[in-house]
């Protein structure tokens, strides 16, 4: 798939997703460029990497969070492709959040009730206590993104 591809299907701009590929926020994606003015191909992996950064960013959160998340991630590219082969059940929802920039939490769920898991902090894994509550959480609906990836 390519950024033009990508960014029709999850309707973001195009510079966007440029601008993530520029500033190496995926790793190995910038290994998709056979050189200057050929079109990029990427794997579903990259794909979904580069359109998770844009949605993100879309949310307001700052490069050095989205760079660090992105790093994780690709670490594990192997392991997401499976996952993101198929596309997600219509009724099913995997929403990935982002609490003040710094703690993240996955939540799970079909036809609109969702699990409620503990927040955890990016920086260092550490799981925080059941009280605590965010002041701003930014959501990407993470189902959506890879059915939008698939066309659907």
């Known amino acids: 798939m390519n950024i033009a ?24 994606a910038d290994d998709a460029s ?5 079109t990029r191909s990427f794997s579903v992996s990259e794909a979904f990497a580069i359109a ?23 670490d594990k590219a192997g392991a997401l492709e499976p996952t993101l082969a198929k596309p997600p059940d219509p ?6 959040e982002v609490a003040d920039g710094v703690n993240v939490r996955m939540r799970r769920g079909r036809g609109g009730a969702l699990d409620d898991p503990a927040w955890t902090a990016l920086a260092g894994g550490r799981v925080l206590e059941r009280s605590y509550r965010p002041g701003v959480v930014t959501s990407v609906d993470l189902a959506d993104l890879i059915r939008r990836l698939h066309g659907l």
């Not at 056979?34 to 050929?38: E, H, Q, W």
């Not at 009724?91 to 990935?96: K, P, V």
């Open 5 to 28: 591809a990508i960014a029709q299907r999850i309707g973001a701009d195009p510079r966007v997703l440029r601008y993530v590929l520029f500033h190496g926020l995926v790793p190995g």
């Open 34 to 38: 056979l050189g200057r003015g050929t």
């Open 52 to 74: 998770l950064a844009a949605r993100l960013f879309a949310g307001g959160l700052r490069q050095p969070f989205v760079k660090g998340l992105l790093r994780g991630l690709m």
């Open 91 to 96: 009724d099913e929802s995997t929403l990935f």
